[in-house]
């Protein structure tokens, strides 16, 4: 099971959230409805934990299948937290205690579980076009206790291709919501900025935390090293040193890039390593300041 005590030495802090959402039930948060009488919006499937009083029994008696019922001046938000499982993330140099997947996973469920403390909604799934998705948003521990269990069953595997699957998400996604995408971004760079942008078109509230592993920003390997190629590349036999100086000079012009595509974007970047403290990262998050992040 994974290990959210994290979550118990971060106080009262709460998601800052910025943009105006879409609701799912009633809360704090400002709302995108108009007017102060109660209408109903829409349906969406039944998650378990949800408010028994919100199911539609009379759809329910026709269909068999559980559905319930949503209200346009909801103002609660949901937080949709996505997790690249694409083979990349599996790295991990000897250094540190996890893998980037495993890094992203607990922050994304630590996350998660702050969100769902503030009265909020939360969906926690995989960032992969052919992985089968939840339902619906998780408002109470059980639901959410069974998205966990299924995010643990899921190791790093495959190409990864985040952009194609955040613009699909983009065009699907009806109700604006605040998206979390936690990857550590290595795969095609305008097509991971489209897909970005095809979210802050729909008017989401974004933030890219982008989980690398410290080898990968500092590549301190020294003499002949063999690099292990993950997503359908091959392995490779070289001398580190060199190739260091061209590998760092492409690396930081794709992070400038990035950067500077989520500046104009108004998407909070926050760029963390797998050596880093996850109670340190979660403040910086939380907080929508990504100056916290040590470096």
């Not at 604006?176 to 802050?200: H, N």
Request: with cysteine; net charge negative; charged share 20%.
């Amino acid at each position: 099971m994974l290990d959210l005590s994290v979550v118990e030495r971060l106080g009262t802090l709460e998601l800052q959230v910025r943009a105006v959402v879409d609701s799912l039930a009633q809360g704090r948060h400002a709302s995108s409805s108009r007017g102060f009488s109660i209408e109903f919006a829409q349906y969406r499937e039944y998650t378990p934990g949800d408010d028994l009083r919100y199911v539609d029994w009379k759809v329910f008696g026709k269909s068999d299948r559980l559905y319930v019922k949503q209200f346009d001046d909801e103002t609660s938000f949901g937080c949709q937290i996505l997790i690249d499982s694409s083979e990349s993330m599996a790295f991990r140099s000897p250094a540190v205690p996890c893998s980037k997947f495993e890094y992203a996973r607990l922050l994304g469920a630590s996350l998660g579980l702050v969100i769902l403390q503030q009265q909020d909604h939360v969906k926690l799934h995989v960032l992969a076009e052919s992985a089968a998705q939840t339902s619906g948003f998780a408002g109470s521990w059980p639901a959410y206790r069974q998205m966990l269990a299924e995010i643990e069953q899921v190791q790093p595997e495959g190409k990864g291709n985040p952009g194609q699957f955040l613009t699909l998400l983009g065009n699907q996604s009806r109700r604006r919501a605040v998206m979390v995408i936690v990857t550590d971004g290595l795969s095609d760079l305008p097509e991971l900025i489209s897909g970005l942008r095809q979210l802050r078109y729909g008017r989401h509230d974004v933030l890219l935390l982008q989980v690398m592993d410290r080898w990968e920003r500092t590549f301190p390997m020294t003499g002949w090293t063999q690099f292990i190629g993950l997503e359908e590349w091959p392995d490779r036999t070289t001398n580190a040193p060199s190739i260091r100086q061209g590998y760092l000079a492409e690396y930081q012009s794709f992070q400038q890039q990035l950067n500077s595509a989520c500046h104009e974007m108004k998407i909070d970047f926050f760029p963390i390593s797998t050596d880093m403290s996850l109670d340190q990262v979660l403040r910086s998050v939380l907080q929508r300041n990504p100056e916290l992040i040590p470096q």
